[in-house]
T-cell receptor, first 111, second 112 residues
Framework: AQSVSQHNHHVILSEAASLELGCNYSYGGTVNLFWYVQYPGQHLQLLLKYFSGDPLVKGIKGFEAEFIKSKFSFNLRKPSVQWSDTAEYFCIGGATNKLIFGTGTLLAVQP | EAQVTQNPRYLITVTGKKLTVTCSQNMNHEYMSWYRQDPGLGLRQIYYSMNVEVTDKGDVPEGYKVSRKEKRNFPLILESPSPNQTSLYFC???????????FGPGTRLLVL
């Protein structure tokens, strides 16, 4: 079955700590992968996406993700988090004419 | 400005009273979809539409209806709402289903 898994449901970090959120996908064919962020009370916004090409993708606000085909992974990273990064993060896979959602990771950054 | 709009943003209703949540996009996208977001369950797709007059069920379609008479609009209809439909609803649009989605601001629904 097609699925996207996010390993961490809740992550708590202090400001300036490094962040890595795990995401694994399980489906074949065309693989489009996205990370979206949802700040408290807001809608989902695109952080970055991978369709093809360079497997290291840079997004907004200093986030990046690496597509590793052999590991079916697309982990999100940020070298130094800020309090304003407190949000819920969704890894989403795009297959033909549908999206497959991970369950989300709630990140809390303590000042 | 490219955007997806939803109305209303907040709605409190009672069991059985029909309601419609509107969704409109101004990007000429062919693909539109509805999701509900519940704590611990992430986002689940309710219905989607690949083009005008073409709609299909997502993962949790029970209790919902949709229509796509025009490209820009994709209303979500709850014919007889029940308390288990209390949730946060998002509409989204994209060029095709597997590509970058543009999400609306969300509609928070409470069914008493």
């Amino acid at each position: 079955a097609q699925s996207v898994s996010q390993h961490n449901h809740h992550v708590i970090l202090s400001e300036a700590a490094s962040l890595e959120l795990g995401c694994n996908y399980s489906y074949g064919g065309t693989v489009n992968l996205f990370w979206y962020v949802q700040y408290p009370g807001q809608h989902l916004q695109l952080l970055l996406k991978y369709f093809s090409g360079d497997p290291l993708v840079k997004g907004i606000k200093g986030f990046e993700a690496e597509f590793i085909k052999s590991k079916f992974s697309f982990n999100l990273r940020k070298p130094s988090v800020q309090w304003s990064d407190t949000a819920e993060y969704f890894c989403i896979g795009g297959a033909t004419n549908k999206l497959i959602f991970g369950t989300g990771t709630l990140l809390a950054v303590q000042p | 400005e490219a955007q997806v709009t939803q109305n209303p943003r907040y709605l409190i209703t009672v069991t059985g009273k029909k309601l419609t949540v509107t969704c409109s996009q101004n990007m000429n996208h062919e693909y539109m979809s509805w999701y509900r977001q519940d704590p611990g369950l992430g986002l689940r797709q309710i219905y989607y539409s690949m083009n005008v007059e073409v709609t299909d069920k997502g993962d949790v379609p029970e209790g919902y209806k949709v229509s796509r008479k025009e490209k820009r609009n994709f209303p979500l209809i709850l014919e007889s709402p029940s308390p288990n439909q209390t949730s946060l609803y998002f509409c989204a649009s994209s060029v095709t289903g597997g590509e970058t989605q543009y999400f609306g601001p969300g509609t928070r629904l409470l069914v008493l």
